[in-house]
């Protein structure tokens, strides 16, 4: 075949040409400067983000003709060989097919060998965390100690599954996920080669569904070049094609759920079930989409952790703006909580239904700093003895609450969506008459007198309702304690003298409190002891034996 994928293609020659990781190729850069590039190297990172293409741009850095260069020149036989893939001093090995002893004591006796024509002999394994625990140990001493014309780069997907043994004895290098707008940047710049015109919304597309990686990116824009005739991408069409989640349809689902329209929101789950999308996987980017949400009202759009395109983020915080963030936090806090529901049930599309009737009833509060403004006028009004108004303020958040949708004319003065309720400003004479009730006394009894030292005294409130009341007179209470701690007795003897103060002011009397001593079990195993003694020499008595004989008897119980 003639035809070669757009990841091969146009897969990075230089380490200029790398996208995302500047922070790897800056190292890998200065260190051949330096002539510090350590014999044993790790690339660590999701896949698709350049840890085996970095190995191949590190390794012609290496061997060209002119280096070691941080630029190799990708003209040289050496160079030329390692991009083709057949270079005799370049071993490239997977890691997946090849984790045997076996095979590790083979590369171990051929590293001894010198280079058949470049400077150094290379070895770069993928995938190198399936190599097996055998094979691993295999390597140790030749890892730490390989000979000078040798160096080994490793790419591993799942870094936590290789022995820390090895990870000691690597320069390690951790890649990220590449950032939506890069991979945006590159899609558009392989169109254009192509000759393909394509829309912003499209591209964007392709990158949010790569996720951070782009090699997929690469592929899902290879399938889509593939099915256009017109030489033209539109947003349409990566969606038809792809069999992606239309990005507007979160959006709608997000407004018709803020306007509490149970019709718009049922409509949505039958537009995306008809499409055929995986239910499933819907509810996760609906958790996704109310994650993002959250981020921009509490952190602002710019925040790196909200991975979408720049429209996107300034639509999300133009319609989050007035929402209260109890509220928003309170809907994702619902998602998160039916998601295994979700997850699990057979009838997937019936249980998301349920969740969004769930979220319709979820309120939208008046926001904690309009109800803190708002107590503080009153507070500063009844101070100056202005008047107050005989209606409570209008506490209400900004956020549609009807159960129908928001008119698109002007908008005509109506009750409040969401009123706070009267107890949140009350008159000044409803605040006096409250401030003037004495709160119910608890009866003088000891009941009472523990109902009155709870909110006081919470421990001693617990211990002591594990007393029992021993004897009462006119002016004493005595109260015995059993199963004390030592713990326990500690801290009553701590509290003893507070105690006995609250008893006198509640009920007009001394306390005395006893603790009963728990039996040790030694002193509990001698007393058992000591009465079967006893009844031993009590049933051997001459008198028992005498009465056995007379009665012809036996001893059942004594």
């Known amino acids: 075949m003639s035809y070669q994928v757009l990841a091969l293609k146009y897969r990075p020659q230089t380490f200029d040409d790398v996208v995302g990781q500047s922070h790897v190729t800056t190292t890998l850069v200065n260190a051949i400067l330096q002539d510090r590039v350590a014999h044993a190297m790790l690339f660590t990172g999701p896949r698709g983000t350049g840890k085996t293409t970095i190995a191949r741009i590190l390794a012609k850095a290496m061997n060209c003709t002119t280096g070691p260069t941080p630029t190799p020149c990708n003209q040289c036989k050496s160079c030329t060989e390692i991009i083709a893939g057949h270079c005799a001093d370049v071993f490239e090995i997977d890691g997946a097919s090849n984790n045997s002893v076996d095979q590790i004591r083979d590369l171990r006796e051929n590293v001894t060998y010198l280079p058949a024509a470049a400077a150094y002999k290379i070895y770069i394994i993928d995938e190198v965390h399936m190599l097996s625990t055998a094979a691993f140990n295999a390597l140790l001493k030749t890892l730490e100690e390989p000979p000078g014309h040798v160096l080994f780069i490793f790419a591993t997907t799942e870094v936590h599954k290789i022995p820390a043994t090895i990870l000691s004895r690597c320069q390690r290098h951790d890649l990220g996920r590449i950032p939506l707008e890069a991979i945006c940047e590159l899609l558009k710049k392989i169109c254009r080669k192509e000759g393909f015109g394509v829309q912003d919304q499209g591209l964007e597309l392709i990158a949010l569904e790569a996720d ?103 639509q999300i915080h133009t319609r989050v703006a007035q929402m209260p963030e109890a509220y928003l936090g309170h809907l994702l806090q619902v998602l998160l909580t039916d998601e295994d529901m979700v997850k699990r049930t057979s009838h997937t599309r019936i249980a998301i239904e349920t969740v969004l009737f769930k979220l319709r009833q979820v309120r939208a509060g008046a926001s904690i700093d309009r109800i803190i403004a708002q107590l503080d006028l009153l507070a500063q009004q009844m101070k100056s003895g202005e008047t107050m108004p005989d209606t409570p303020p209008d506490i209400r958040p900004s956020p549609p609450a009807g159960d129908q949708q928001m008119p698109s004319g002007p908008i005509q003065e109506s009750p409040p969506a969401y009123a706070a309720p009267a107890a949140l400003s009350p008159g000044p004479d409803q605040i006096r008459e409250t401030a003037d009730e004495p709160s119910p006394e608890p009866p003088r009894t000891w009941d009472g007198f523990l109902t009155r030292i709870e909110p006081l005294m919470p421990f001693m409130h617990v211990l002591l309702t594990r007393g029992q009341i021993a004897s009462e007179t006119q002016d004493t209470l005595e109260v015995h304690l059993s199963d004390c701690t030592q713990f326990d007795r500690k801290r009553l003897k701590d509290k003893q003298g507070e105690l006995e103060k609250q008893c006198r002011k509640f009920l007009g009397k001394t306390l005395k409190i006893h603790v009963a001593s728990r039996a040790r079990p030694l002193a509990l195993a001698q007393e058992k002891a000591k009465d079967a003694k006893a009844l031993q020499a009590a049933a051997s008595h001459p008198l028992v034996q005498t009465a056995k004989e007379i009665f012809n008897g036996e001893i059942i119980n004594m």
């Open 212 to 314: 951070g990686s782009v090699r997929d990116a690469l592929s899902l824009l290879d399938r889509i070049l593939s099915a256009t005739p017109e030489k033209t991408i539109s947003y349409e069409m990566v969606v038809n094609h792809l069999g992606v989640l239309d990005r507007r349809i979160m959006h709608e689902l997000s407004d018709a759920l803020f306007e509490k329209n149970v019709s718009n929101l049922i409509a949505l789950v039958d537009r995306v079930n008809d499409t055929g999308l995986d239910l499933k996987k819907f509810y996760g980017d609906l958790i996704a989409h109310f994650r993002n949400l959250n981020i921009i009202k509490q952190c602002g759009p710019d925040h790196p952790a909200v991975n979408l395109t720049a429209g996107e983020k300034k």
